[in-house]
């Protein structure tokens, strides 16, 4: 069975970093793009970078600079490295799975953490 | 950016009854390979999303058949034919057509 699961977040200081990691099981990880998608409480999801399998990257200009996605297929991890995080970047990370041109492109999020909490505070 | 906006925000439902979401894109979502990118994703209270359906009405594997997707260009249609108790959350259109982006999300409650 497919299997996303994040860790890293925490109570962080404005201005600080942070790395998140997302352990992918039960799949062909190099096969897959990847996504990480948050959620500040009560509001709607938001996109915030991607990583095909092939390791091009992608950002909205919200977080271009700011946020890093990477891959390391040998050990089936996905990351995201956030810098001088702010107030509004406190929500719930999920990674997500997209299939891509490999297996058949879908264009949808299939498979999904269970997210991590970061909250940036002094 | 293409915007997605859902209507309604909020739809009071009775069980066993119909209900429809609608999602409307700010440009067609039609991909320069022909296949255009719009799903359904599910979140219910204190779970992450749930892909329910993709290009525009493709349902996932063990998604009851009472979902279904419509649409074409840039006017798409969630439809549940029998609302049940375990349909209650949060509904989002997402677009992956041009990167990705969600609606505002649809409160179904009953």
């Known amino acids: 069975e497919a299997q996303l699961v994040e860790s890293g977040g925490g109570l962080v200081q404005p201005g600080g970093s942070l790395r998140l990691s997302c352990a992918a099981s039960?799949?062909?990880?190099?096969?897959?793009?990847m996504h990480w998608v948050r959620q500040v409480s009560g509001k709607a999801l938001e996109w915030v970078s991607g990583?095909?399998?092939?390791?091009?990257?992608h950002y909205p200009d919200s977080v271009k600079g700011r946020f890093t996605i990477s891959r390391e297929n040998a050990k089936d991890f996905l990351y995201l490295q956030i810098k001088s995080l702010r107030a509004g970047d406190t929500a719930v990370y999920y990674c997500a799975r997209a299939p891509g041109a490999i297996v058949g492109a879908t264009g949808a999020f299939d498979i999904w953490g269970q997210g991590t909490m970061v909250t940036v505070s002094s | 950016d293409i915007v997605m906006t859902q209507t309604p925000l909020s739809a009071p439902v009775t069980l066993g009854q119909p209900a429809s979401i609608s999602c409307r894109s700010s440009?067609?979502?039609?991909?320069?390979?022909?296949?255009?990118?719009l799903s359904w994703l599910q979140q219910r209270p204190g779970q992450p999303p749930r892909l329910l359906i993709y290009k525009i009405s493709n349902r996932v594997a063990g998604v009851p058949d009472r979902f279904s997707g419509s649409g074409a260009g840039t006017d798409f249609t969630l439809q549940i034919s029998r609302v049940e108790a375990e349909d209650v959350g949060v509904y989002y259109c997402m677009q992956g057509t041009q990167f990705w982006t969600f609606g505002q999300g649809t409160k179904v409650e009953i």
């Open positions: 990583i095909g399998a092939g390791g091009d990257t």
């Open positions: 039960g799949f062909t990880f190099s096969n897959y793009d």
């Open positions: 440009q067609s979502l039609v991909y320069s390979d022909g296949n255009t990118y």
